[in-house]
């Protein structure tokens, strides 16, 4: 009793994909590929596809003639002082570019999942500059006058335990009452060197908010750095003096 041979086509995205697949299964070395046989085994998946009744695109067909087409120029003499390539060398790049571009499309896909559900917000025009700052920036001397200022406030010997006091415990120290007495002292005093702000404070709480608040008053522009003999000085702004 005779035995129906069947036989399961994969589907395949073009001929170059059947191509690597009939090389992969016959473990066929790319730079070498024997023609005559694969294109006999390419004829036959395009017979089998025939047979059910799938549709054959014009790329196959178009493969089907170009291995046609090399396996005749290998059969031809060969004319050694024509230095002519390998007939098979433009297939192989073909297949070895859609190869990499195969290799990388797990990679991509991966990276859309990732990617597919993050949105960033879109940039946004700057505004136009209305205003110039029109003060000198004295990072340098800052930087002295704070370096001068820590190393005034630290302590030789052991600090005690009322040192602590809103450093272990997060006290924290709130910065505008420090901003109202730096201008109450400038306006008083007329300027301040910079250090002398730090007059005063007793933790390390109150030196952070008497820093911010020298901060925010630089960035309001209210008060002004300036150098004088060597020194950082604090002055009013003018619109802050009127």
Not at 81 to 107: C, F, N
Request: charged share 30%.
């Amino acid at each position: 009793m005779d035995t129906a041979v069947t036989f399961r086509f994969e589907s395949f995205d073009g001929p170059l994909n059947l191509l690597l697949h009939l090389i992969a299964k016959n473990k066929i070395d790319i730079q070498d590929i024997p023609i005559a046989s694969l294109l006999e085994q390419y004829l036959e998946y395009l017979d089998g596809m025939r047979s059910m009744d799938m549709d054959i695109t014009c790329e196959f067909i178009v493969m089907a003639a170009e291995l046609i087409l090399i396996k005749t120029k290998l059969l031809l003499p060969k004319r050694e002082e024509e230095g002519e390539e390998d007939p098979r060398q433009e297939l192989v790049r073909s297949l070895l570019e859609y190869q990499r571009y195969k290799d990388i499309a797990p990679i991509l896909a991966a990276r859309y999942e990732i990617g597919r559900d993050m949105f960033v917000k879109l940039p946004e025009p700057l505004p136009k500059a209305n205003m110039k700052y029109e003060y000198k920036h004295v990072t340098d001397d800052l930087r002295r006058a704070v370096r001068s200022m820590i190393e005034r406030n630290a302590n030789k010997l052991p600090p005690s335990l009322t040192e602590f006091r809103g450093v272990v415990g997060y006290e924290s120290e709130p910065v505008e009452p420090k901003l109202r007495l730096l201008l109450s002292r400038l306006l008083k005093e007329g300027q301040l060197i910079f250090k002398d702000a730090f007059i005063g404070t007793k933790t390390r709480s109150e030196l952070v908010a008497t820093f911010l608040a020298l901060l925010e008053l630089m960035n309001t522009k209210r008060i002004q750095p300036v150098e004088n003999n060597g020194e950082c000085v604090l002055v009013l702004s003018d619109g802050e003096i009127g």
